[in-house]
């Protein structure tokens, strides 16, 4: 069975194109107004899951040093960093919701740029979601978010 992917609406980023620092960083989604009503209880949660494609890279790196800071954090592959330049470029970010009004969703912490397409949202659930004991290589407090 063939699943096609379909945008179920777009990122609009409020403030200029970030490159690191995007944790404060304010956009909205525009969900197509069809699925309007999916978003009933939404409104109960304080973040979201927002998986988007990053239709504007058409480079494919093997190997990549996270957002460029050469001599600082060792280069890796491209699998072990969030970095844009994947074989399939889809980000994954977990935002706050500020707002949710009619079909559209105020957030922070989404760095995208303007009509990124919006694959899927779902709600954050400490539960599942949330990791005890996760592991990070040291470098990876040396980024910025």
Same mark, same amino acid.
């Given at each position: 069975?063939?699943?096609?992917?379909?945008?179920?609406?777009?990122?609009?980023?409020?403030?200029?194109?970030?490159?690191?620092?995007?944790?404060?960083?304010?956009?909205?989604?525009?969900?197509?107004?069809?699925?309007?009503?999916?978003?009933?209880?939404?409104?109960?949660?304080?973040?979201?899951?927002?998986?988007?494609?990053?239709?504007?890279?058409?480079?494919?790196? $093997?190997?990549?040093?996270?957002?460029?800071?050469?001599?600082?954090?060792?280069?890796?592959?491209?699998?072990?960093?969030?970095?844009?330049?994947?074989?399939?470029?889809?980000?994954?970010?977990?935002?706050?919701?500020?707002?949710?009004?009619?079909?559209? $969703?105020?957030?922070?912490?989404?760095?995208?740029?303007?009509?990124?397409? $919006?694959?899927? $949202?779902?709600?954050?659930?400490?539960?599942?979601?949330?990791?005890?004991?996760?592991?990070?290589?040291?470098?990876?407090?040396?980024?910025?978010?």
């Amino acid at each position: 069975m063939q699943i096609k992917l379909r945008s179920i609406g777009v990122a609009k980023n409020l403030e200029k194109k970030h490159f690191g620092k995007w944790a404060d960083v304010l956009s909205e989604l525009v969900i197509d107004k069809k699925y309007k009503d999916a978003l009933q209880g939404l409104d109960k949660y304080s973040h979201l899951i927002v998986i988007y494609w990053m239709h504007e890279v058409k480079t494919c790196d $093997i190997r990549h040093v996270p957002q460029g800071k050469v001599g600082e954090v060792p280069e890796v592959g491209i699998f072990a960093c969030r970095c844009p330049q994947r074989p399939n470029p889809i980000g994954i970010s977990t935002v706050k919701i500020l707002k949710i009004r009619d079909n559209i $969703i105020s957030v922070k912490g989404l760095d995208v740029i303007k009509d990124t397409p $919006i694959l899927d $949202i779902k709600p954050y659930t400490p539960q599942y979601d949330a990791v005890k004991n996760a592991k990070t290589p040291d470098w990876v407090y040396k980024l910025d978010y």
